[in-house]
């Protein structure tokens, strides 16, 4: 068994703002080096089964449809300025 390391480790509440995002950057590449050991909880498989079986009924548009009425409103707007 693993030894249990203290939570944060020793030195992180020293590092500077971007030392701490390097640092949690690669503790999740070391992560998601190996994704098939990530465990999905059965909720996020339901959410991705719900959407896809709402896409699969004819909810969903295909994307230069929307993209073409994103790009229409952004035309329709005003500048700010």
């Given amino acids: 068994m693993?030894?249990?390391i203290p939570n944060p480790p020793p030195g992180f509440d020293e590092l500077t703002f971007?030392?701490?995002l390097?640092?949690?950057q690669s503790l999740?590449?070391?992560i998601a080096a190996d994704?098939?050991?990530?465990?999905?909880p059965d909720w996020h498989i339901e959410i991705i089964e719900e959407r896809l079986s709402g896409n699969q009924?004819?909810?969903?548009?295909?994307?230069?449809e929307?993209?073409?009425q994103i790009r229409a409103r952004l035309r329709e707007r005003k500048p700010t300025r």
């Fill in 28 to 30: 999740w590449d070391r």
């Fill in 22 to 24: 390097d640092y949690i």
């Fill in 18 to 20: 971007d030392e701490t």
């Fill in 2 to 4: 693993a030894q249990k």
């Fill in 57 to 64: 009924s004819g909810t969903g548009r295909p994307w230069d």
């Fill in 66 to 68: 929307v993209r073409d």
């Fill in 35 to 40: 994704p098939e050991t990530v465990p999905v």
